[in-house]
C-alpha cells in the first residue's frame, strides 16, 4: 500500500524536491532508513476506528490523523482496527443565479395599467 511522504532533507528522494510530498512504497528497512537520517518524513492522513478498541485515543467510529509507518499501518488495517478516511473533495458551489421577473403578457385590446389603478380605493 503506498504512503504519502514529504522529502525532508537537503536532497531530493525519488526525483523528488526538498518540501515536495509523493506517494510510494517503501520496504519496511527502506522506509526505516530514510525516516532515521530525516530525509522524509510520513504525511499524516485520516483514519476511522473500525474495530472494536480504541486506536490513537479514539473510540470506535471516531476519526483521527496519525502518522503511522507502513508496517504498523498494515498490522492495523489488516487486523480490522483501522481504515484509510478519504475526505470526499466537495464540490465548488455555483452561484445561485437570480430568477427572471416574471411578466404576464397584457391582453391586445387592453389598455396599460397604472400600478396603483387596480383595486386601490385611494
Keep these: 500500500m503506498k504512503q504519502k511522504y514529504r522529502v525532508t532533507g537537503p536532497r531530493p528522494v525519488l526525483g523528488t524536491e526538498p518540501g515536495d510530498e509523493f506517494e510510494h512504497e517503501f520496504t519496511a528497512a527502506e522506509e526505516h532508513d530514510f525516516l532515521s537520517v530525516g530525509r522524509i518524513a510520513i504525511v499524516p ?63 391586445p385590446d387592453a389598455p396599460p395599467q397604472s400600478p396603483g389603478a387596480k383595486g386601490d380605493a385611494g
Excluded at 472494536?52 to 480490522?80: H, K, Q, W, Y
Excluded at 484509510?84 to 466537495?90: D, F, K, L, V
Design 45 to 107: 492522513r485520516s483514519y476511522q476506528v473500525v474495530g472494536t478498541s480504541r486506536v490513537a485515543n479514539t473510540d470506535p467510529g471516531g476519526f483521527f490523523t496519525g502518522a503511522f509507518t507502513a508496517d504498523r499501518e498494515r498490522a492495523l488495517i489488516e487486523g480490522g482496527h483501522i481504515e484509510r478516511h478519504e475526505p470526499r473533495a466537495s464540490k465548488p458551489v455555483e452561484p445561485v443565479k437570480p430568477a427572471k421577473p416574471t411578466t404576464k403578457p397584457e391582453a
